[in-house]
Structure formats: structure tokens, C-alpha cells
């Protein structure tokens, strides 16, 4: 007669195969990967979030010490956020728009700092690139 096995014994007994193990792990490496590239948007959210309150949270204690309520403070610190935002957009614009004014010169200089190169470069002696229709 055979002793009677229970499942949790069958189960320890086929935990103990490396192999077993091996596949396991991965199967739940892939589930986990999968589940992070479904949730990649929410987790940088999540992640982008938390970071600013981290930031902003000894700013708020700091109002709060000061007699400003929380919620007082969390408006203000927005407040101040968008309009540091702001200026650095403006800013960032206009140097954008004075790149792109001077662009066409940026471009005339550039091929013209190209046309001497390849001129100094013909004086050079040696073979930099055949032009022959012979291929020697």
C-alpha cells in the first residue's frame, strides 16, 4: 500500500525541481512587465505627482508654521509654480523666435564655413574621395 500524498506535499515536492522554479520566476517577470507597460502612463503620473509633493511639502510646512492654512498655502505654491512656469515658456519662445529669425544667416555661414573647409581640404595631398569612373 502507498502512502497517501496530499496536494501540499505533491506541491513542495515539484517546488523542488529547478526548473519548475525557473519557469515560474519568468512567467511572473513577464506578468509584471506587462502589467507595468499597460500602467505606464498612470505609473509616471503616480510617480510625477509624488515627486512634486515630496518637493512642495517643506515649502507648505514652512507657510503652515508661518499661520497659512494648507490649503491657503497648496494655491499659493500652485500659484507661484504656474507663474514661474509661464516665464520660462516666454523665455524659452524667444529665444526660440530669435533662432529661427536668424536661421537664413546661421545657414549662409554654415555653407560658406563648408565651402572653405572643402577648400583647404583640396590643398591636402593624398586621396580623400575617388571620383573616378574607373574605380582605381
Known amino acids: 500500500m502507498t502512502p497517501v500524498r496530499t496536494v501540499q506535499d505533491l506541491l513542495v515536492s515539484v517546488w523542488r525541481q529547478p526548473w519548475v522554479r525557473l519557469l515560474v520566476y ?3 517577470a513577464a506578468v509584471v512587465l506587462w502589467f507595468i507597460r499597460r500602467l505606464a ?3 509616471m503620473t503616480a510617480a510625477v505627482a509624488y515627486g ?3 518637493l512642495v511639502s517643506p515649502v507648505l510646512t514652512w507657510l ?5 492654512r494648507r490649503v491657503v498655502g497648496v494655491l499659493l505654491v500652485t500659484l507661484i509654480g504656474l507663474m514661474v512656469l509661464g516665464l520660462l515658456s516666454w523665455v524659452v519662445m524667444a529665444q526660440l523666435v530669435n533662432l529661427l529669425n536668424d536661421l537664413p544667416q546661421f545657414i549662409t555661414q554654415l555653407g560658406t564655413a563648408v565651402g572653405d573647409l572643402l577648400e583647404r581640404l583640396s590643398g591636402v595631398p593624398g586621396r580623400l574621395a575617388s571620383n573616378d569612373s574607373n574605380g582605381a
Open 64 to 68: 503652515e508654521g508661518r499661520g497659512v
Open 52 to 54: 512634486l509633493a515630496y
Open 41 to 43: 502612463s498612470v505609473l
Open 26 to 28: 519568468l512567467l511572473l
